[in-house]
Antibody, heavy 120, light 106 residues
Framework: EVQLVESGGGLVQPGGSLTLSCVASGFTVGNNYMSWVRQAPGKGLEWVSVIHSGGNTYYADSVKGRFTISRDNPKNTLYLHMNSLRAEDTALYYC??????????????WGHGTLVTVSS | EIVMTQSPAILSVSPGERATLSCRASQGVSSNLAWYQQKPGQAPRLLIYGASTRATGIPARFSGSGSGTEFTLTISSLQSEDFAVYYCQQYNGWPTFGQGTKVDNK
């Protein structure tokens, strides 16, 4: 059974940093495209970043230069390193597996999300 | 960026009725369009991809149609468990989502 479990969210001051983790089970992170998608409170969905199976990484313009996506294959874990956080980064951050179309960024499995709040 | 616009924002439907949700893309996305369902406190669930292909385990009452810039999600006979927010998402370019349509009980 495919499962994604995020952790690492919390309250952080503007300008601060935070690292989110997503532990996967039931499949191999390194063999799949993996994304982070966020949802501000009461708002819609926004794609944040993707890491391809080959290791290439891509980011939404809103986080480019501030966020870094990475993975640890032996731990089967996806990460999102977030720097220079802003109030507008406040959201529930979901880890998602890209699928079922190989090479296309749509999402067939999602975690439950971890909440990031940026506030002084 | 491809902008996705969903209508209506809120759709009030009675159980057993048909629900029709619309999604428009600011530029053509071919059939690279997905629909998701999100219930309160839950993650989104993939319903439809390729504009019209149901994802694994999705009931046949959900159907999708369209190509290019105009897309439709139809729920043929609404069940109580279908009250939720529905999002469309294009994946022809970097992924973008619509703002959502909330389906609530009339």
């Amino acid at each position: 059974e495919v499962q994604l479990v995020e952790s690492g969210g919390g309250l952080v001051q503007p300008g601060g940093s935070l690292t989110l983790s997503c532990v996967a089970s039931g499949f191999t992170v390194g063999n799949n495209y993996m994304s982070w998608v966020r949802q501000a409170p009461g708002k819609g969905l926004e794609w944040v970043s993707v890491i391809h199976s080959g290791g290439n990484t891509y980011y939404a313009d809103s986080v480019k230069g501030r966020f870094t996506i990475s993975r640890d294959n032996p731990k089967n874990t996806l990460y999102l390193h977030m720097n220079s956080l802003r109030a507008e980064d406040t959201a529930l951050y979901y880890c998602a597996r890209d699928g079922p179309i190989v090479g296309a960024t749509l999402f067939d499995y999602w975690g439950h999300g971890t909440l990031v709040t940026v506030s002084s | 960026e491809i902008v996705m616009t969903q209508s209506p924002a809120i759709l009030s439907v009675s159980p057993g009725e048909r629900a029709t949700l619309s999604c428009r893309a600011s530029q053509g996305v071919s059939s690279n369009l997905a629909w998701y369902q999100q219930k309160p406190g839950q993650a989104p669930r993939l319903l439809i991809y390729g504009a019209s292909t149901r994802a694994t385990g999705i009931p046949a009452r959900f159907s999708g149609s369209g190509s290019g810039t105009e897309f439709t999600l139809t729920i043929s006979s609404l069940q109580s468990e279908d009250f939720a927010v529905y999002y469309c998402q294009q994946y022809n370019g970097w992924p973008t989502f619509g703002q959502g349509t909330k389906v609530d009980n009339k």
